[in-house]
């Protein structure tokens, strides 16, 4: 089975490329490395074994997309990692991540409606949700008004899906993610923010490794139990083996309706500080960081009600937040040749 990785040598997307070998599937990745790195190839391949295929396609171009599919009428599968992800510059630049996210979804989706059935997988987000009001958060949570382009984009493209899903042989899943965390146990990949990291786990690992004077904690007035917000951080690789079940749940046909919605989480929220403190635990290294004010769009808490993915799905998130900060600490100092 040849499986279609777009944004395959991202962050989330190349651990799941990893897994998805690791289950015997046929990769090809395309990706246009304008936020990933072509080495991230030999990554992968030193865990696997196996390089996948991979071609430098913008998927903004309509008729390379259309080329790609002709010489790969084999692909029973996409999983859709490509887009563009930080909140704060899809609020300067919002015309480039509308045509950016949605116009490549397009794209992707008239060749796969062109087949008699494709399996789908969509990376969405818990941005969706909003400020939910109720937590943990289920995919029953209203959606609401998206807090920023970035965000707009994951619920509009979650929209087209369904509705090019009613009239194809298209089935889909959507992927809630909470807040992706960590890297592969073996330090081959990971995550590789370009510029200054706009999420607070690289953000503290670079602190630590020195790249950074000192973390910024946004806020510590929140109505929370010790002031700052909570979230629900993923360790990656549980992640990257729930978009391989989904898949392997639309190829078996497995699906109990044509599109079909899960939040991957742990359940369990965190705050800032606790996170430092993990971070702090797992290094041995005193975190240097100062309290400064909120920042614009933050919620205050979102963590994930895990019952629909646990039960439905068949999938649960098997490491911790420590197991995560420990693989993201691994991955920085590999990266920046430190020894300890
Ligand atoms: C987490 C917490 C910050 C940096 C975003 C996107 C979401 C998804 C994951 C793509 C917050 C605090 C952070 C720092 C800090 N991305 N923080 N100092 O904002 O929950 O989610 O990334 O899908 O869509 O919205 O993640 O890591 O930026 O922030 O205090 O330097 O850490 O205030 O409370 P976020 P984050």
Redesign the pocket.
């Known amino acids: 089975m040849k499986i279609l990785v777009t944004g395959g040598l991202g962050f989330i997307g190349s651990h799941t490329v990893v897994e998805l070998q690791n289950k015997g599937f046929e990769v090809v990745v395309i990706d246009n490395l304008s936020n990933a790195d072509e080495s991230v190839l030999n990554g992968i391949e030193s865990i696997t074994g196996k390089k996948p295929l991979f071609e430098n396609i913008d998927l903004r171009e309509k008729a390379a997309v259309q080329d790609f599919f002709k010489r790969h009428n084999d692909v029973s599968g996409v999983i859709h990692f490509a887009a563009s ?1 930080a ?1 704060g510059e899809s609020v300067e630049n919002p015309l480039l991540y509308y045509e950016n996210n949605l116009e490549t979804l397009v794209y992707i989706l008239q060749q796969l409606a062109e087949k008699i059935e494709a399996s789908f997988i969509f990376s969405s ?3 969706v949700y909003g400020q939910a009001t109720a937590m943990p958060i289920t995919e029953n949570a209203p959606i609401q008004p998206a807090m920023s382009p ?2 707009n984009t994951k619920q509009i493209g979650e929209e087209i899906i369904k509705d090019a899903a009613k009239v194809s042989g298209i089935k889909s899943v959507l992927l809630r ?1 909470f ?2 965390v960590g890297a592969h146990e073996s330090a081959a990949i990971g995550e590789l923010p370009i510029g200054v990291p ?4 690289p ?1 503290i690992t670079q602190t630590a490794a020195g790249l950074r004077k000192e ?5 510590s007035d929140y109505p929370t139990p010790d002031g ?2 909570i ?1 629900d951080y993923i360790h990656v690789v549980d992640l990257a083996k729930a978009h391989v079940i989904a898949l392997q749940r639309l190829l078996n046909n497995k699906n109990l309706e044509k599109v079909e919605t899960f939040n991957l989480g742990t359940g369990t929220g965190s705050s ?1 500080l606790e996170v430092i403190n993990a971070f702090e635990k797992v290094s041995g290294k005193k975190l240097p960081y100062k309290i400064v004010d909120r ?1 614009e769009g ?1 919620v205050i808490e ?1 963590y994930a009600d895990t019952k629909k993915a646990n039960e439905v799905l068949g999938w649960k998130a098997q490491l911790s937040l420590e197991n995560a900060i420990d693989s993201a600490w691994k991955w920085e100092k590999k990266i920046r040749a430190i020894e300890n």
């Open positions: 992800k909140v987000s818990c941005t970035y965000g993610y807040n992706p706009q999420n607070l786990v953000f973390l910024s904690v946004f806020g700052t917000c979230r800032v920042r933050d979102a």
